[in-house]
């Protein structure tokens, strides 16, 4: 059974981890559009979420991150009156650090989380859903911000008046991505915050058509329990 899994963020990593378990042939779409400057590193937290849980170091107590990771880089930030609302650890650091070296080196996205990937030993193939910039933008009644700095830094407060995703109208999906579709056998949409990590996904062009196209049944998986949603600002987003 080959299975492709559109991934965004913590709701996605728990249903990884038994989809890993149930099939030898899985392949990871990552969510791209909360992709963040910080620091002049490029973090993709999405990304390094399916990343790290399929190679099983994930701090699940917290949902991000690396197990058992240290902050002492930026104790040492603050204490140099650095920003340190966009919290990273050591081992975090690393990740992006080694990220944006080799993309300034002309690697693409997908070729360093394929280095990436395998570096931590995770098996199950991580692709980003597009190599070019795609950005989660708010809309509030205190002005556009990125999705990290609305949901981080402001905790979700700011009334949001529109979601849009720059840049996606212009990117496409690799030829990884679309090759992973076309021998699919079943499509998995993670439960995940539709309206910040799957439709970033789905509004890069041509991916609809791709999973129409695929003529293989496409699951999506609510991340609704009840009324509302079970964690994050899904519920205020889609209203």
């Known amino acids: 059974m080959k299975v492709v899994a559109l991934t965004g963020g913590t709701g996605s990593a728990k249903l990884l981890r038994g989809l890993a378990h149930l099939t030898k042939d899985l392949v990871v779409v990552a969510n791209v559009g909360d992709n963040y400057w910080f620091q002049g590193l490029y973090v993709c937290p999405d990304i390094d979420i399916a990343v790290y849980t399929l190679a099983g170091i994930a701090d699940v107590s917290k949902g991000w991150g690396i197990q058992g990771d240290t902050f002492n880089a930026l104790d040492q930030l603050a204490k140099l009156g650095g920003e340190t609302w966009f919290r990273m650890g050591d081992k975090d650091l690393a990740t992006a650090t080694i990220r944006t070296t080799m993309l300034s080196s002309g690697k693409t996205l997908t070729e360093v989380t394929s280095f990436?990937?395998?570096?931590?030993?995770?098996?199950?193939?991580?692709?980003?859903?597009t190599d070019s910039p795609v950005e989660t933008l708010m809309d509030t009644r205190a002005g556009t911000m990125h999705?990290?700095?609305?949901?981080?830094?402001?905790?979700?407060?700011?009334?949001?008046?529109?979601?849009?995703y720059?840049?996606?109208?212009?990117?496409?999906?690799?030829?990884?991505?679309?090759?992973?579709?076309?021998?699919?056998?079943?499509v998995v949409i993670c439960p995940a915050n539709p309206i910040t990590s799957i439709g970033p996904?789905?509004?890069?062009?041509?991916?609809?058509?791709?999973?129409?196209?695929?003529?293989?049944?496409?699951?999506?998986?609510?991340?609704?329990?009840?009324?509302g949603p079970y964690s994050g600002p899904a519920g205020t987003l889609m209203k």
């Open 147 to 164: 999705l990290q700095e609305f949901w981080v830094k402001n905790r979700g407060l700011p009334r949001v008046k529109r979601v849009r």
């Open 166 to 186: 720059r840049g996606a109208e212009q990117a496409s999906p690799t030829s990884q991505v679309r090759r992973a579709l076309a021998r699919a056998d079943k």
């Open 116 to 129: 990436i990937q395998k570096a931590l030993g995770a098996r199950v193939p991580v692709l980003p859903a």
């Open 201 to 227: 996904i789905v509004a890069i062009k041509g991916m609809k058509t791709l999973l129409s196209d695929s003529g293989v049944r496409v699951v999506a998986l609510s991340p609704m329990v009840g009324k």
